[in-house]
């Protein structure tokens, strides 16, 4: 439909394959959080985390068809963004483009960080900045060499983790049913309920891990990032929201539940990863050495996603008019290579300067970047309700790809995200965002008063302000859906 149209303005190489795409979906939603920050949804939830996912992936599963009914319409790189800029007008697209690059900036700058503390559990002598500047080396080389590569690099690092956590849940399941692991004696299901019930902490556990959880689905919505460098969009797209949602609700709900039927719940938060105490009860000696590999794959894959995301977005805010002309100069790869060279480059102070600043300071930035995702989801849901009301019957009608329920289950999404945002309120280490975030905001909207001054001159000057490329590609594809 629109993706000819497209090309003439975005000039990105459509090098991304359907089996890309499945595992870049499946794998910027799995990774750390699940491994490790598990431990501490689990100790507020107890086992009644398992429903908290569950409701948490419902809300995930509207969020993707919203961004997938315009995903499918418009395939364009900076998805959201540019849909938002259309839809809700120039200043939405603009929040959101650069709120999400700062996401990604943050989210990279914490995992890179990371990578140095995981390193050290084989080489404590290591200095932590040496690994960070090699992951970061890596991950920027993988992005400029052609998107055929990073979806290449994704999909083997997705894999990793993807079979890790098939293995533990067959593994769990054998000794839960039948005693391997533990002279052959069935360890049953009891646990699930037997310490304190079902919900030990009452429902305000239940809720508060919500906020863990929410934040746990992080990244899933690159698969919007993506559309504008799939091969076959309209199909690709479909592929990857129908199938990567259930993939990842059963990898989060199986491997949480085999866990917890195999330890006490109360004993979990205690004793680190999840992860790692099954793999020491199934006889594995070597379980955190395969577990240390299994969470620095997941870190160099977030971050490599955070490389590919920030370009694009960088790329597309320049198409806006609300980021300079540089961000638009692709390589012989057709990569926006100026905007991920910014974006690695950001890093790299980001990273240096992490070692030096107060620790709190680190967690006041941090602490944006996750709000930023319940931002970005938010503009989804309502630029698919004002996308769906501005066609008429017919139009409807000729979409290949609908958010289901809506406009009602788009008005519930938006609600449960309000509900996460008060929930946050209720923890220390989440709370800080809600006084952080506003910050961000406002000193986004002074540079959009600026850029908006400065576009007001071009126009004196140069006659009539030209409408941004996205926005004519858009409406180009309202057109052609008559």
């Given at each position: ?103 990604w900036m943050v989210t ?160 979990i938060g205690h004793m ?107 503009v989804i849901l309502r ?100």
């Amino acid at each position: 439909m629109a993706e000819q149209n497209q090309e003439m303005h975005e000039n990105l190489e459509r090098g991304l394959k359907n089996r890309h795409i499945q595992l870049i979906g499946l794998g910027g939603a799995i990774g750390v959080g699940l491994f490790l920050g598990s431990a501490t949804a689990i100790e507020l939830a107890g086992p009644s985390v398992l429903l908290t996912y569950i409701i948490g992936g419902i809300a995930i599963y509207f969020i993707m068809r919203a961004l997938g009914e315009l995903s499918v319409a418009y395939p364009v790189s900076g998805a959201f963004s540019a849909h938002a800029a259309r839809f809700l007008g120039p200043k939405w697209g603009y929040l959101t483009g650069w709120t999400y690059w700062y996401m990604w900036m943050v989210t990279c700058m914490a995992e890179l960080t990371a990578v140095g503390i995981y390193m050290n559990f084989w080489f404590p002598d290591l200095p932590r900045w040496i690994p960070a500047l090699a992951a970061l080396a890596i991950m920027t080389a993988v992005n400029f060499i052609a998107v055929s590569a990073y979806g290449e690099f994704e999909f083997w690092f997705a894999l990793v983790k993807i079979l890790t956590i098939i293995f533990m849940i067959v593994t769990g399941g054998a000794m839960i049913l039948f005693g391997l692991g533990n002279d052959w004696e069935p360890v049953g299901l009891a646990n699930l309920w037997s310490q304190g019930g079902f919900f030990p902490n009452g429902i305000s556990g239940t809720l508060l891990a919500l906020v863990m959880v929410m934040y746990s689905y992080l990244g899933i919505e690159i698969i919007g990032v993506t559309a504008g460098e799939a091969h076959d969009p309209k199909s690709t797209i479909k592929k990857a929201i129908d199938e990567v949602f259930w993939r990842i609700l059963i990898f989060y709900v199986l491997s949480l539940g085999v866990i917890m039927a195999i330890y006490p719940w109360n004993e979990i938060g205690h004793m680190g990863s999840p992860f790692v105490l099954t793999f020491q009860k199934l006889g594995i000696s070597s379980a955190a050495d395969i577990i240390n590999i299994v969470v620095i794959t997941a870190v160099l894959s977030s971050c490599n996603s955070g490389l590919f995301s920030s370009g694009r977005m960088l790329y597309n805010l320049s198409l806006q008019g609300n980021a300079p002309k540089c961000f638009q100069t692709l390589n012989r790869h057709r990569l926006p290579w100026v905007g991920i060279a910014f974006s690695s480059g950001i890093l790299l102070i980001a990273v240096a300067l992490n070692y030096v600043i107060p620790s709190q300071l680190f967690v006041y930035v941090t602490s944006v970047g996750s709000f930023a995702a319940l931002w970005t989801w938010f503009v989804i849901l309502r630029t698919q309700q004002k996308f769906r009301a501005s066609l008429s019957e017919e139009e409807k009608k000729l979409l290949t790809y609908k958010m289901p329920f809506a406009p009602w289950s788009g008005y519930l999404t938006i609600l449960f995200l309000a509900a996460v945002v008060v929930a946050s309120g209720f923890r220390d280490d989440t709370r800080v965002a809600l006084y952080v975030t506003p910050i961000w905001f406002a000193i986004l909207l002074i540079g959009y008063h600026f850029i908006e001054k400065h576009k007001g001159k071009t126009e004196r000057k140069g006659g009539l302000r030209e409408e941004p490329e996205p926005a004519k590609e858009l409406a180009a594809g309202i057109s052609e859906m008559k």
